[in-house]
Every structure is written in structure tokens, then in C-alpha cells.
């Protein structure tokens, strides 16, 4: 099917405090999953792939988009050179706030906080948690992610502030940068890459008002312009489910100019869908590229699963 466009996307590829893995995996699993696509995928820029569709032209066969969300430094050390070797290009959604320093991902602050803990005991919204073992910690931190991706913005980087401290985290040894700066972003364009907006401070649009909304669209794409020179017109919506932006959101996308928004809502993404709700498959390096059609996503598991001998193969 020629007009439905695959847009796939990944965090991170080494572990993170935020998502652990054992060491070496996730590059390996990136590794296998780029060869995947090399052998069934046509991969082109999203904004080749936006210009075919805004013009009606017909999409190559599996079409795919490659994704990367907030900018981490292992994209541009590890993904770069990997996607190298396969001539593939990609989007890189930025956060000028991580790229800036001014701004934490509050979900990595978290994470490491935890697993830095020295307190025995954390008291979270009324319930009292242990956390002498990694199961208890681990339950103690899914409470307190939950509950603080309910918040705005504001509000749940100073209740992440305040949990972190209540945990007495051995301090961060030295070098932390999980995160690309503003030099690892020109990087990325020197390489022949996208980048698009990820909003300033990672805010999840929807628990903001509408004028945060507005400053977090409008201050991503001219800080993003300014700080690369490039024009930015592509936005890939923080958390991305449906529950993490609005009709305002979209509204305003719209309104700002901005000629596409992808999601993190699965499925294909249709001609016909609106451009500001764009679906997008998630990916960490270690998902089976194949089982994301067993979890009911028909469309994939036909484009997976079939070897076409008029299949162009790099
Ligand atoms: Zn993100």
C-alpha cells in the first residue's frame, strides 16, 4: 500500500537510569533492527515523505520515517554512525531546554534519584513506601510517575525536586550528559539528518494552558531556528498518547505553521489522517521489529512479513 506511511521512533539506545537495560544490548538490538529495514523498508526523510503526500504523489513501497525523540547523546554517538552504514536519514525531535542544560528530563532525574537512594523510606501522597529492596523501590517509583505525569509542568519538576530529596541520592559522579547540547545537534545536520521540535522544556501539552501550549510551540521552533540556523516545521508531541494533547494543541500547531506533529499513538500513518496527529510506532532497540504486528497491528505484520522480489535491497 503505497499512500500509508510507516513513522517509527526511539529514546535512547544505551540504557539510561530512566530505561535500563544490561549493557551492550540496545546497540545491538538497534543494529539488528536497522538491518531489518534495510531488507524490507524503503526508508526516506519525513520531509520527502510529507511533500509526497501534501502533493498526492504515491509513497514508496513500505515507506518508513525514522524518529528519535528528546536528544540523547547516544543518538548522535551510537545511532549516527549506524544509520550511516545504511545511508538511512532521520528526524531528530529536540528539547532546547535539554540542549540548553537549563532544563532536566524529569523522568531520567527521577529514575537516577531512585536508583542513587540512601533513605530507607519515602512518604508519597499519603502512603508511607520501603524501599530496602528494588521491588519495593520500584513499586515507591511507578507511584510517584504516575502521579506526577498528571501535573503540569511546573508542578511536576518541583515534585520531582522534592522527591528527589526526601531520597538522599549518593551524589552523580562526574559526567553525567545524558543528553546531545546545542554543538550535538549541529552535528546531526552536518550528517545529513532532520531535526524537528520537541517542545522547550518537554512540557505534556495537554495538563498546560493554553498559553503555555502556545509558548512551549512557538519558543521550541524559534529557539531550535535561531540556535541552527535551519528552518523547523515538524513537532513530535512530549508523552505523544491521546490524553497528552488537545484540540487547542492541535489548534495551535495548526495556527503556528508547523506542517506536521507525530504522535505516539501506533498505526500507520494515512493521507487521510490530519498531519497534526500523525501515528507513529514506538520502538526501544531491544522491541522485535516483526512482534510489533503481533500485538494487532495488521497493516505492519503484511509489510514485515512480506519479501517482495521487485524489493529494492540496500
Ligand atoms: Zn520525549
Not at 19 to 33: I, M, N
Not at 74 to 83: A, F, K, T
Not at 97 to 114: C, Q
Not at 240 to 258: F, P, Q
Request: charge should be neutral; hydrophobic fraction near 40%.
Amino acid at each position: 500500500m503505497s499512500n500509508r506511511l510507516l513513522v517509527l521512533g526511539w529514546h535512547n539506545i544505551d540504557p539510561t537510569p530512566g530505561f535500563p537495560d544490561p549493557p551492550g544490548v540496545g546497540r545491538l538490538g538497534f543494529a539488528k533492527q536497522l538491518r531489518t529495514l534495510a531488507r524490507f523498508a524503503t526508508v526516506l526523510p519525513l520531509q520527502e515523505a510529507l511533500r509526497r503526500i501534501e502533493a498526492g504523489e504515491p509513497l514508496p513501497p513500505r515507506a518508513v520515517v525514522l524518529t528519535f525523540d528528546d536528544g540523547y547523546l547516544d543518538n548522535l554517538e551510537l545511532g549516527v554512525p549506524m544509520l550511516a552504514q545504511h545511508g538511512f536519514p532521520a528526524t531528530f525531535f529536540l528539547v532546547p531546554g535539554f540542549l540548553s542544560g537549563t532544563v532536566g528530563a524529569w523522568w531520567e532525574d527521577l529514575s537516577g534519584a531512585f536508583e542513587r537512594a540512601r533513605a530507607s523510606r519515602l512518604t508519597f501522597a499519603g502512603v508511607t513506601h520501603d524501599l530496602s529492596t528494588p521491588a519495593s523501590r520500584q513499586v515507591a517509583h511507578d507511584a510517584v510517575r504516575a502521579t506526577v505525569k498528571k501535573l503540569d509542568h511546573a508542578s511536576r519538576v518541583a515534585e520531582v525536586a522534592r522527591v528527589s530529596e526526601e531520597l538522599e541520592p549518593a551524589p552523580i559522579a562526574a559526567g553525567d550528559g545524558l543528553f546531545m547540547d546545542w554543538g550535538g545537534a549541529k552535528s546531526l545536520l552536518a550528517a545529513g539528518h532532520e531535526v524537528g521540535s520537541h517542545t522547550v522544556s518537554h512540557a505534556i501539552l495537554e495538563r498546560e494552558t493554553e498559553a503555555g501550549q502556545l509558548t512551549e510551540l512557538a519558543d521550541s521552533r524559534r529557539e531550535l531556528e535561531s540556535g541552527l540556523g535551519i528552518s523547523v516545521d515538524t513537532l513530535a508531541f512530549p508523552n505523544g498518547a491521546a490524553a497528552d494533547y488537545s484540540a487547542t494543541t492541535t489548534r495551535l500547531v495548526s495556527e503556528l505553521g508547523y506542517r506536521c506533529a507525530v504522535t505516539t499513538r501506533a498505526g500507520l500513518a494515512g493521507r487521510s489522517d490530519s498531519p497534526y496527529e500523525m501515528r507513529r510506532v514506538i520502538l526501544t532497540p531491544t522491541t522485535d521489529l516483526p512482534s510489533v504486528a503481533s500485538k494487532g497491528w495488521r497493516k505492519a505484520r503484511t509489510m514485515v512479513g512480506r519479501r517482495v522480489s521487485s524489493l529494492s535491497r540496500r
